[in-house]
């Protein structure tokens, strides 16, 4: 069955420092796509990254950039220089089979995030 | 672009009662997938709604439904209101259904849910 785990409650870091969020997935296909998400408080879901299961180079967007390990099954996001608005939580999300009708994610518990300055 | 729009952003009713929410897309977006989230479960799949037929479905009681109209606005309906049913309710648009890449879900801010 597909699984996501992020294994890291809470996370604490100072501004400026790099930050990376662990995230696990369990999957059979061979083609799915992992995307992460970010949540302040105010409860809207944020869209940060996206790393296809068939991509080679890992995937950046700013001072968001995913360390995909395919055979480890692991797909960490990494958060340069962190701000004091990167506090929030975060998600860890997993879609399986391109050819299978409907979007449906699958998150993990999440990780909170928490940047001092 | 407008994004994701969710209403009511807070609502509170009691057990038994129905309640209906409403998510409009982002303009093109012909997807919309609800989602549940809570404290003790997390983020769960409700439905997914594509070109005004549900798509797919989580593991939820037939309590919820939801519908979706031809300007991809959707509405999610839940009848006999139970304490469990309260939470963070989350709408997701996309462009289309199925796929990756281009077709990342983007969220609304929610609607939450409180039944006394």
Not at chain 1, 2 to 29: R, W
Not at chain 1, 47 to 70: H, P, V, W
Not at chain 2, 28 to 34: A, K, L, M, N
């Amino acid at each position: 069955a597909q699984k996501i785990t992020q294994t890291q409650p809470g996370m604490f870091v100072q501004e400026k420092e790099a930050v990376t969020l662990d995230c696990t997935y369990d999957t059979s296909d061979q083609s799915y796509g992992l995307f992460w998400y970010k949540q302040p408080s105010s409860g809207e879901m944020i869209f940060l990254i996206y790393q296809g299961s068939y991509d080679e180079q890992n995937a950046t967007e700013g001072r968001y950039s995913l360390n995909f390990q395919k055979a480890r099954k692991s797909a960490n996001l990494v958060i340069s220089a962190s701000q004091l608005g990167d506090s929030a939580m975060y998600f860890c999300a997993m879609r399986e089979s391109e050819n299978q009708a409907g979007t449906a994610l699958i998150f993990g518990k999440g990780t909170t995030l928490s940047v001092s300055s | 672009k407008a994004g994701v729009t969710q209403t009511p952003r807070y609502l509170i009713k009691t057990r038994g009662q129905q309640v209906t929410l409403s998510c409009s897309p982002i303009s093109g977006h012909r997807s919309v997938s609800w989602y549940q989230q809570t404290p003790g479960q997390g983020l769960q799949f409700l439905f997914e709604y594509f070109s005004e037929t549900q798509r797919n479905k989580g593991n939820f009681p037939g309590r919820f439904s939801g519908r979706q109209f031809s300007n991809s606005r959707s509405e999610m309906n839940v009848s006999t209101l139970e304490l469990g049913d309260s939470a963070l309710y989350l709408c997701a648009s996309s462009k289309t259904s199925g796929g990756f890449g281009t077709d990342t879900q983007y969220f609304g801010p929610g609607t939450r849910l409180t039944v006394l």
